[in-house]
């Protein structure tokens, strides 16, 4: 019967089969350092699939509640949305997909069916993820993990205030119930020996992060009240009656720097300035981060180089800077200079460093892992591997510092060149081939695209949110997820011509508002990829069926209808309304005896697809399509009303009636949908059943 | 191109009343272009022919296959399993639908389509007749407009009284042909042999039984 779980193609599936196939790739994948199948899970919560949307961000995004919050999204810097009026919001999309889904219940143990088991040293997001991977490739995996719950450096480091905790643990414990060991509050060379786990393991991987802060050795620097970033926020993170001087100065620049900056405001500092040697425009945080805050009251001093920390009574009382007038030199190198003459000064309880971090490896002294002359573990950036043969490291304990997801990324990696090296026996290069993403969208596609306003996630006022730790930034709520997914383009996922059928004819070309078809040099229809918005209009009007249209391709459409044999079948836009959130199953649901087959736009619809529905014995077809002012896409003809009509006279043709389809418009809600969904069941119970069910066939 | 109409429903019902297995060709050329004879009509057709008779209650096997053009021989090889069938449905023009029944003599054949002009098609599903293939083109001496095939009346000297305002009498929606020519050629700057009188043309040529012969 009709119901959500009748639209059970996975996504992901289609996409892994597409991906393989395509030259490009969209924008957004192809900037995601791990390559996540964004088109897909947005496009599941736009047609209100959140569970499968999040088992779809999982797949490469293996922690969505924490990089829901946290990912930098490189994927929205691309998105060919920003030449329209704004990026979808992806990760906030990502986030909402988690929120949603957070009391689900995790999922089954994967089977250790290859009776190999590998231990991972360091449970933050580059361990996780390689557990992950491995864990569901059939590995058994144990973490070890020194502080009481995994989450490495978003769970120690990055403050409440932007990833509560509870969010973080949600994440991990996803990836515990696919069968993961997970060994707390365990130290390496202190509860376990390293060399111990390189023998009893059939592959170990070293993913320790950077967790100790550096400072700077100047006057100054040991007095009472300097102190390091990490364990500032450490306090912070689990220190409830966290406390710090009334003024503050953090001194670096670096997404760190604002964390404790910011942290510092909530822990009842009342001046905060942030120095840094970096000029405004070379300052390494995230642009945003220089926006909150300054919102809350944090005085930034760039081009400012520390120089003498003043003390008294063995406590700090004021810092003095010299003017930093350079960064980088010619060759690019981190080489600062200075102009001594000019100085700032500036009174404070506290210094915080929050320079730089390295990594703590007094666990693996003595031991046979090698490391160079400046303590670093020797490793191979291409096969991930360490000295020994069956230890990997990954992460930024050997990359150095990066984003969240960057280390995400390197994870996959070590999780492939783990699973090779325990298949073959050997390790090799892990080389990913860098997709090609489609190119920027032309001037005539983006005059013909329907503006549709990003959606901002709501901040606490700054006033309101430096008071406490509480979480700043808000979530989608349904309707706002559902919205803003539905702006997404699809990038690359639309219209491919079947070059032995085409026949030339110009349909394709006449009928599409984007100008994304042209007749090519070969005397066939091509499709110009950069123009295409996937709306399915061309492949539904092809006289040789000569076009497959990406996600929205027959055989899937196809399925949906076969889904039901009786009741009323609808057609429309995923976008559409005739569907009430279910709470039980995570996504939007009809109500018994609708079958709704969503399409990318109703656009899409075929004739041969009502009379499908038609023939599998359904009473009614009902098509809903938005009004042109309401459509995510420019039509000067509405066309599934156009075709709804020509079904109705064939209907009428073949003596079932084309009162059996009825064309519907869209609906701003659920209830208005059922309402009219209600008539036309009423104006049906008058026509009988379906001739084609009453009739015994000789 | 060549532009051909569905049949409706009913008719092709009838004509196939006798037959319980019948084959659906359609042709990727001509009237696949003019969305009447390809592969997406013969599907419709098809499954509304089903659907007919089953609301009938009487089932019907209808097989499916579109090939390029069923006016040449070597394409019409590529129609399979005609002989499964006791009857075939053709959806391509009039010469292709006795192409086809060349192609098996033994199988009774069935217009899908009524042939209809030689036409331009002017946008998406909007086609206009052109030609009547006289076989004497006089379009050097009427603008490259062509009075056999838009004038209501064919006339080699026009317009009639029936021109009204551009239009033709037979219909406000239909243009004069001959209003067509004269603006064109006023445009081109050939009002001058306008005035001259066409002479009669050899309909001989427009004639039934044509062929030709390219060979030697």
């Known amino acids: 019967m009709a119901s959500e779980a009748t639209n059970v193609n996975s996504q992901s599936e289609a996409f892994e089969t597409w991906i393989k196939d395509q030259p490009l790739k969209p924008p957004c994948a192809g900037a995601c350092p791990v390559n996540a199948d964004i088109q897909s899970f947005v496009s599941l919560v736009a047609q209100g699939r959140f569970k499968e949307s999040l088992e779809a961000v999982r797949e490469r995004c293996t922690l969505p509640g924490s990089l829901g919050r946290i990912c930098h999204h490189p994927c929205e810097g691309e998105c060919r949305r920003n030449d329209v009026e704004g990026a979808v919001n992806i990760r906030a999309i990502k986030r909402f997909a988690s929120d949603v889904c957070a009391d689900e219940p995790v999922s089954d143990a994967v089977p250790k069916t290859r009776g190999k088991k590998v231990a991972i040293i360091g449970g933050g997001v580059a361990g996780l993820t390689a557990a992950y991977d491995l864990a569901k490739d059939g590995f058994d995996v144990t973490i070890y993990e020194q502080n009481d719950a995994c989450g490495g450096a978003i769970y120690t480091g990055v403050p409440k205030y932007r990833l509560p905790k509870d969010v973080v643990a949600q994440d991990v414990a996803a990836i515990e119930s696919l069968g993961v060991t997970i060994k707390t509050n365990t130290a390496i060379g202190r509860d376990v020996a390293f060399d111990d786990l390189a023998k009893d393991y059939d592959a170990v991987l070293i993913a320790i992060g950077l967790t100790v802060s550096r400072g700077i050795p100047i006057p100054g620097h040991d007095a009472d009240g300097v102190l390091l970033a990490l364990p500032v926020l450490k306090e912070a993170n689990f220190n409830d009656n966290a406390a710090i001087g009334k003024r503050v100065v953090v001194i670096g620049g670096g997404n760190v720097a604002f964390d404790v900056a910011r942290s510092a405001k909530r822990m009842g500092a009342e001046e905060v300035s942030l120095c840094c040697l970096e000029c405004e425009d070379e300052i390494p945080a995230f642009s945003w981060e220089l926006v909150e805050a300054r919102e809350e009251g944090i005085i930034i001093n760039p081009s400012w180089g520390p120089r003498e920390i003043r003390v008294e009574d063995g406590k700090v009382s004021a810092i003095s800077f010299k003017r930093c007038s350079r960064v980088f030199d010619e060759k690019g190198m981190f080489n600062p200079a200075y102009d001594e003459n000019e100085i700032l000064g500036i009174e404070a309880d506290n210094v915080v460093f929050a320079i730089g971090q390295g990594a703590d490896m007094n666990g693996f002294t003595g031991t046979s892992l090698e490391v160079d002359e400046r303590g670093r573990i020797k490793w191979d950036a291409l096969t991930l591997k360490t000295n020994l043969p069956n230890v990997f490291a990954s992460g930024e304990v050997v990359t150095g510092p990066g984003s969240a997801v960057a280390a995400m990324r390197n994870a996959h990696h070590a999780a492939t060149a783990i699973e090779r090296f325990l298949t073959t026996g050997t390790a090799g290069a892990v080389v990913v081939p860098e997709p090609l993403a489609i190119g920027r969208l032309p001037r005539h596609t983006i005059d013909a695209i329907v503006r549709k306003e990003k959606n901002h996630v709501p901040m606490v006022d700054p006033a309101e949110r430096v008071k406490s730790f509480m979480e700043a930034e808000g979530g989608f709520d349904i309707d706002m997820a559902i919205y803003e997914a539905g702006r997404c383009m699809n990038c690359g996922r639309g219209a491919e011509i079947i070059a032995e059928k085409c026949a030339a004819c110009l349909t394709c070309v006449r009928v599409c508002p984007f100008g994304a078809p042209y007749i090519s040099e070969s005397r066939v229809a091509d499709f110009n990829w950069d123009s295409c918005q996937s709306c399915g209009i061309c492949a539904a009007e092809c006289p040789g069926m000569a076009i497959h249209v990406g996600f929205n391709d027959d055989t899937l459409i196809n399925e949906r209808i076969d889904a039901a044999t009786s009741g009323i079948t609808a057609f429309g836009c995923q976008l559409g309304k005739p569907e009430i959130y279910n709470p039980l199953s995570k996504a939007t649901s009809t109500p018994p005896g609708l079958n709704f087959v969503k399409l990318m736009c109703a656009s899409r619809l075929d004739m041969r697809h009502i009379l499908r529905a038609i023939e599998n014995g359904v009473d009614g077809v009902a098509v809903m399509a938005c009004p042109d002012d309401k459509c995510r896409y420019r039509k000067d003809v509405n066309w599934a009303e156009v075709r709804a009509n020509r079904v109705k006279r064939l209907l009428d043709e073949i003596g079932i009636g084309g009162e059996r389809v009825e064309f519907m418009g869209s609906f701003a809600t659920p209830e208005e949908a059922q309402q009219a969904i209600g008539a036309f069941k009423a104006k049906l119970a008058e026509l009988g059943p379906n001739p084609l069910n009453k009739v015994m066939v000789k | ?216």
């Open chain 2, 1 to 216: 191109m060549i532009v051909a109409e569905p049949k409706s429903l009913d008719e092709i019902k009838a004509m196939v009343d006798g037959y319980d297995r019948v084959l659906m060709v359609g042709c990727g050329t001509c009237v696949e272009v003019c969305l009447t004879g390809g592969e997406r009509s013969v599907n419709l057709t098809a499954t509304a022919l089903r659907l007919a008779r089953k609301v009938d209650g009487r089932d019907i096997e209808v097989g499916e296959q579109t090939v390029i053009r069923q006016c040449d021989f070597e394409y019409l090889d590529e129609v399979k399993d005609a002989d499964k069938y006791e009857a075939i449905v053709s959806l391509a023009c009039g010469v292709g639908i006795q192409g086809i029944a060349r192609k098996f003599p033994n199988t009774p054949i069935f217009p899908g389509v009524n042939t209809t002009f030689m036409g331009f098609n002017e946008e998406y599903g909007y086609y206009t007749e052109m030609c009547k293939g006289c076989g004497e083109c006089i379009l050097h001496l009427t603008g490259g407009v062509c009075p056999v095939a838009r004038c209501a009346k064919s006339l080699l000297n026009g317009p009639c009284g029936g021109t009204n305002n551009g239009k033709c009498e037979i219909g406000s929606d239909k243009d004069c042909g001959w209003v067509l020519i004269y603006n064109k050629m006023e445009q081109l700057g050939t009002l001058d042999k306008f005035k001259e009188i066409n002479a009669p043309k050899n309909y001989g040529k427009a004639g039934n039984i044509r062929s030709m012969d390219l060979r030697k």
